[in-house]
């Protein structure tokens, strides 16, 4: 039995999936043909990612490349209502299509990628391994928020700050609440979300509602409470995590929707926040060692904080190989393109509402009203080399504006 419908028959399938599962059964016995169109620049490795309007049993499956290729690992999963078809291509032509069969296969012989993504269940934790190598772990039971630790790169070696999860010599030892990878804010109904101070907000997992793996792509999918230091509920969020099992590099994205469930919120001009990551500390600017932040317009270092842009790339040395993190701002984001609170120590942070103290003239304060919500998007390349050589310009067009996917049953 595959990992994915493995994990959902585990479960419970609600009646919806089961539908999903048995509703047009010719469609889903069939052999389909699956078609991609470019976005007009050529892109390397690319995640894809397509709701299906036509169900197909959750698993694995094959894309064969119409006449020669190697086979494309694929996977069908479900999450909520929804099923998604996922696969990673190495290569898509800027304006050629291409053309592939789709069928299912529970043992596809597809070299290093067959082990996939593996969401392993740790109590309230999930480790994420990638290769048969872990990747990360998605921790919620230390701290007052969640966090990603360890974040390991594509060269084997952690990318992000180790302190205060461990104690690592050379390290720098501020800033003891910016865990690794997070996500949070300084002012939210005036309650500080940030940092780790006496009288702190927390964020408190609530739910984990999906958890899949597979050959192509493993997800999570929480909802959380944001509590006030007394612990009355200030607001709710639902993240969704995709991580991608690709060659060159380490993917993932991360969705956020945050809910006035409990009255308005409003998120105030403050610098501290908010999709955060405290980069390894070799890589830091300051250390005069080879760091460097770079942004779409190619503004670098300390002239990068504060400034609105659709990606940011932090690179420098992590045990002796020059590598860097790239997160790309979704167009569909709140706020696109973000303001960065980016600097030279090695936080770095997209914040759509420090706008004061970045400079502007005007207030980055925004109310949500009661029942509304408003959603950040970002992807995350953990990459070997420079910010060029890493193409993340055309990655970042892959992720704004992905190849078009057709898929019809033959």
Sequence with gaps: MNRSFNWLSRRGLTALTLCALIADSAFAQGLHRVTIRGNGTEL?????????????????????????????????????????????????????????????????????????????????????????KTWTEYLTDSGPKPYYFPVIGPTGEPFTRAYPMQQVEGEDKDHPHQRSLWFTHGKVNGIDFWSEQTTHGSIKETAKQTVVGGPAVGLIRTSDDWLDPDG????????????????????????????????????????????GIRVASSMDVNRKTGGKITNAEGINNEDAWGKASPWVDYTGPVAGQTVGIAVLNHPNSFRYPTTWHVRTYGLFAANPFGWHD?????????????????????????????????????????????????????
């Design 44 to 132: 390397d490795e690319t995640p894809v990612i397509v709701a299906l309007k036509n169900p197909l049993p959750a698993g694995d499956y094959v894309l064969q490349a119409t006449g020669a290729g190697p086979a494309v690992a694929a996977q069908v999963f479900g999450d909520k209502e929804t099923m998604y078809l996922g696969f990673i291509l190495d290569h898509v032509p800027g304006t050629k299509d291409q053309t592939f069969s789709l069928k299912s296969d529970s043992r596809p012989e597809l070299g290093p990628r067959q082990a996939g993504v593996e969401m392993e269940r740790l109590g309230a934790n999930v480790r994420i391994r990638v290769g048969g």
């Design 232 to 275: 009355k509920k200030v607001c709710a969020d639902e993240r969704v995590v995709r991580f991608y099992n690709t060659k060159t590099s380490r993917v993932f994205d991360f969705d956020i929707t945050v809910k006035a469930s409990a009255g308005p919120v409003t998120f105030g001009d403050t610098k501290e926040g908010m999709f």
């Design 358 to 410: 970045f400079g502007r003239s005007e207030r980055g304060d925004y109310t949500i009203p009661v029942g509304a919500s408003i959603s950040f998007r970002y992807r995350v390349i953990m990459h070997k080399g420079e910010t060029a050589s890493a193409g993340i310009p055309a990655a970042f067009k892959g992720y704004a504006q992905p190849p078009e996917v057709e898929i019809a049953s033959d």
